[in-house]
């Protein structure tokens, strides 16, 4: 499975897309599921980790201030200038700008982890984005987008999705290796994670394709220009991630990591807050979900370019 593992998730993106445009009544069974299986997906991915020195990663000052430069003054300048080119009406301009000033904080540890990233820096930094993000993301609103949609803005889903995704995954999983050192069974611990990866992943892309795609296809038209936008912010923001990483003198898993962290997005994490917008801009919520499908098909390519393009040799 590992090694036929972008096949298999392209399957699980197809079936996914098949069953939600065929049966749309599923999408909110299929997104209800979304969170179940990304914390399964963390849990799995946080139990192939040592995390008794997980917390070592925020010793790593270049790489925090790389991680901070990269996702708060670099990428909210490009989706500055990114914006700027979008020939749309004000719901997409919100739509877009929303879902690109929040840096991902959830499945880029396990995307950065299959290119060979540091995802242990990922994963203790994790705290500091969210914080960051709920703080910088209403100011960089109100200059690219304007102030009114933002009014609304609720730090509950970034609260709710550092217990559910990050700290209850990541309690779980300590517990687990902690047990499994008493009982010596670590080993099968951690090779019964691996075996679970493939599969898991699988699952979130099934749900999280199956129920969105409904609604990108509904608005399809609406959304072209916001998705090829979303398709050329992924190299740009790579590019500019890997610029300031070398400018700190990040290792090749440290510079993969970032890379990793400039492109992937808070988009499951943003959603509800696009869904509680006023109904004027009603299709932010699409544009959202047009930029989650347009990711997951980036990082597949990511997991196998990033380790050839940042190689180990790489200081």
């Not at 790489?63 to 749309?88: E, Q």
């Not at 409904?214 to 590019?239: K, N, R, Y």
């Not at 003198?249 to 696009?274: K, Q």
């Amino acid at each position: 499975m590992n090694r036929q593992q972008i096949l298999l998730y392209l399957v699980s993106i197809a079936a996914g897309s098949a069953l939600g445009i065929a049966l749309p009544s599923l999408s909110d069974q299929l997104g209800f599921l979304i969170t179940p299986f990304l914390g399964l997906l963390l849990y799995i991915t946080f139990l192939s980790m040592p995390l008794t020195t997980a917390l070592q990663g925020l010793k790593d000052l270049r790489f925090i201030f790389a991680l901070m430069v990269t996702n708060f003054i670099a990428v909210p300048a490009l989706v500055f200038a990114l914006s700027r080119l979008l020939v749309a009406g004000q719901a997409v301009l919100i739509g877009v700008a929303l879902v690109l000033l929040a840096p991902c904080v959830d499945y880029v540890i396990v995307f950065s982890g299959l290119a060979g990233g540091a995802n242990q820096k990922l994963l203790a930094a994790t705290p500091l984005l969210l914080v960051v993000q709920m703080m910088l993301i209403p100011v960089y609103m109100y200059f690219i987008a304007g102030k009114s949609p933002m009014e609304i803005f609720s730090p509950e889903p970034f609260i709710e999705a550092l217990i559910l995704l990050i700290l209850i995954p990541l309690a779980l999983a300590w517990s687990t290796q902690v047990f499994a050192k008493k009982h010596s069974v670590i080993r099968y611990v951690s090779h019964s994670a691996e075996l679970c990866m493939v599969p898991a992943m699988m699952g979130t892309l099934f749900c999280v394709v199956g129920s969105q795609i409904h609604s990108v296809s509904t608005h399809f038209e609406a959304l072209v220009g916001a998705a090829i936008l979303f398709g050329a912010f992924v190299p740009l923001a790579a590019f500019f991630a890997y610029i300031v990483g070398r400018s700190y003198r990040l290792p090749a898993p440290a510079l993969r990591a970032l890379a990793f962290s400039g492109v992937t997005r808070n988009s499951l994490v943003v959603l509800p807050i696009a869904l509680a917008l006023p109904p004027e801009f009603s299709l932010a919520s699409s544009v959202v979900v047009t930029q989650t499908l347009v990711e997951l098909l980036a990082m597949l390519v990511m997991i196998k370019a990033i380790p050839i393009l940042i190689k180990s040799t790489s200081t």
